[in-house]
């Protein structure tokens, strides 16, 4: 139980295209998903805060413009990378948060590469 | 301030040499206490959830507990497909909602 998905794991794209990353949650709902950034040997970074059918919430310093996510069910968020550049260059994760449960796990995605020229 | 930090950062064992990771945090509020596996390339996997100072859980060869100010992972005869990096990551009351504050992580190489 608790898996959670992410499409594409990997993706090169050119500077000044836009790239969007899937994420889903296989076998149960979930009212919030969360997306992190990565950099080599660094912790996860919390990128954003996302619940079904409302707007996300951004944490400090990460542009809502750039990094546009969508929450449109129960077990789908997307998060498009517009306009990317190479600093964008990262490894993003995903991961979910079941919906009605007292627990506040939260359940990765194997995470998605993306490499901008 | 609130603050995760992890220890060692890097942690080489012998197959079979039992040791612990430590993680220390001083947020205000703690909610609970969660450590994941991450494998090189790879999202991180679930390992446990701690809530309150005393409690243990266990796992094949882990073993996590709680107090107040830090929380264990005691690793019993490890193996090499035990080589991680391992995270610990809090909730707290003042990071509002449901978000996690990652430590940095204890890179584990087990070696035969």
């Avoid at chain 2, 990551?89 to 430590?103: C, D, M, P």
């Amino acid at each position: 139980g608790a898996v959670v998905s992410q499409h594409p794991s990997w993706v090169i794209c050119k500077s000044g295209t836009s790239v969007k990353i899937e994420c889903r949650s296989l076998d149960f709902q979930a009212t919030t998903m969360f997306w992190y950034r990565q950099f080599p040997k660094q912790s996860l970074m919390l990128m954003a805060t996302s619940n079904e059918g409302s707007k996300a919430t951004y944490e400090q310093g990460v542009e809502k413009d750039k990094f546009l996510i969508n929450h449109a069910s129960l077990t789908l968020s997307t998060l498009t990378v517009t306009s990317a550049h190479p600093e964008d260059s990262s490894f993003y994760i995903c991961s979910a948060r079941a919906a009605g449960s007292y627990q506040e796990t939260q359940y990765f995605g194997p995470g998605t590469r993306l490499l901008v020229l | 301030e609130d603050q995760v930090t992890q220890s060692p950062e890097a942690l080489r064992l012998q197959e079979g040499e039992s040791s612990s990771l430590n993680c220390s945090y001083t947020v205000s509020g703690l909610r609970g206490l969660f450590w994941y596996r991450q494998d090189p390339g790879k999202g991180p996997e679930f390992l446990f959830t701690l809530y309150s100072a005393g409690e243990e859980k266990e796992k094949e060869r882990l073993k996590a507990t709680l107090t107040k100010k830090e929380s264990f992972l005691h690793i019993t005869a490890p193996k090499p497909e035990d080589s991680a990096t391992y995270l610990c990551a809090v909730q707290h009351l003042t990071g509002g909602g449901n978000k996690l504050t990652f430590g940095t992580g204890t890179q584990l190489k087990v070696e035969l």
